[in-house]
């Protein structure tokens, strides 16, 4: 076999006439186009198995929650609710003021000498 | 697009191009199997992006394909066990590429001839010879200039002819007429 002056055309005609017995196997379109639903049945599977794992990893740790609603504190956790206390001391809240002292005392308790010293120094009234 | 509209387009366009498409395949790498498979990938990969490819799909599946043909190369360097006879005489000159090839199997001469060029000969070759590609297709696919194109076509013609004839003339000493 020699390539002649006119190469370009003896060429092609050579690898035409050597290779004309090599040919794809039939229904070569059909087994492409089944690999390639196969791969992207695979890839949606994937990327949903990613969206659940994603999910379940987040709620528990507080960074999503099930069905929209606010997320339950967890302690470690930073939330917006406001604190609330347990149900036993639950009611309307007092105000604790200072009043004025107001100590009641039996005058026999003490002695003399510290019954003075003490109406000296606090103005404790004494009820005799 | 209909899905249904879009399988017959690509049906119809892997009937007219895939026998080319698997040639050149065989010409690049070195065995049936290794060129099947770059063919199929290149078919899957052109199917993918059909709604782009549909536009000049022969082209689109040219590109495609020396990319799988590259990929295989470099998947057979990191993997030299599971290179073929033919990469595994190693350093051996042309001629006794040849003569082993020969022994093996005494068809495609001028196959096994292109796969002793450098590899931008080689693929230039193919690609305007046997895909018939322009210059400018050629050299948009390869990711080469267009003046290597040319100068990588001559080359490789001219070293062609000199192992041809090589190859003629030890025919000639073997089986003399």
């Avoid at chain 2, 690049?28 to 498979?37: F, G, N, P, Q, V």
């Avoid at chain 2, 190369?73 to 040849?98: F, N």
């Avoid at chain 2, 003569?99 to 070759?125: I, K, N, T, Y």
């Avoid at chain 2, 070293?159 to 000639?172: F, W, Y």
Wanted: net charge positive.
């Amino acid at each position: 076999m020699s390539i002649h002056a006119d190469d370009e055309f003896s060429l092609r005609i050579a690898l035409e006439g050597e290779l004309d017995d090599v040919l794809p196997r039939d229904g070569l379109a059909e087994v492409v186009i089944a690999r390639y639903r196969r791969t992207r049945r695979r890839r949606v599977a994937g990327a949903v198995s990613l969206v659940v794992v994603a999910a379940g990893i987040g709620v528990p740790l507080g960074l999503s929650s099930p069905g929209g609603k606010p997320a339950p504190h967890t302690p470690g956790s930073r939330s917006d609710h406001a604190g609330s206390l347990p149900r036993q001391h639950a009611g309307p809240a007092s105000f604790i003021g200072r009043q004025a002292g107001h100590l009641v005392l039996a005058p026999s308790t003490l002695s003399p000498a510290a019954l003075a010293s003490l109406t000296s120094a606090n103005s404790f009234a004494i009820a005799a | 697009m209909r899905r249904g509209n879009r399988e017959a387009e690509f049906t119809e366009f892997v009937e007219a191009a895939s026998p080319s498409l698997l040639r050149a395949a065989l010409v690049l790498l070195d065995s049936r199997e290794d060129a099947e498979d770059a063919l199929q990938l290149t078919l899957l990969r052109t199917y993918r992006r059909w709604d782009r490819a549909r536009e000049a799909p022969a082209a689109y599946a040219r590109a495609v394909l020396i990319n799988a043909c590259r990929e295989r190369w470099r998947h057979r360097a990191r993997h030299p066990e599971t290179a073929s006879d033919m990469e595994s005489l190693g350093d051996t000159s042309s001629a006794e590429v040849i003569s082993f090839a020969e022994a093996v199997d005494r068809r495609h001469v001028l196959v096994r001839v292109l796969r002793c060029l450098p590899d931008v000969q080689r693929e230039v070759l193919v690609f305007r010879y046997l895909l018939d590609a322009t210059v400018t297709e050629t050299a948009t696919a390869l990711g080469i200039a267009e003046g290597t194109v040319k100068s990588a076509a001559s080359r490789g013609l001219d070293q062609l002819r000199v192992l041809l004839s090589a190859q003629e003339k030890r025919g000639r000493r073997v089986h003399p007429r």
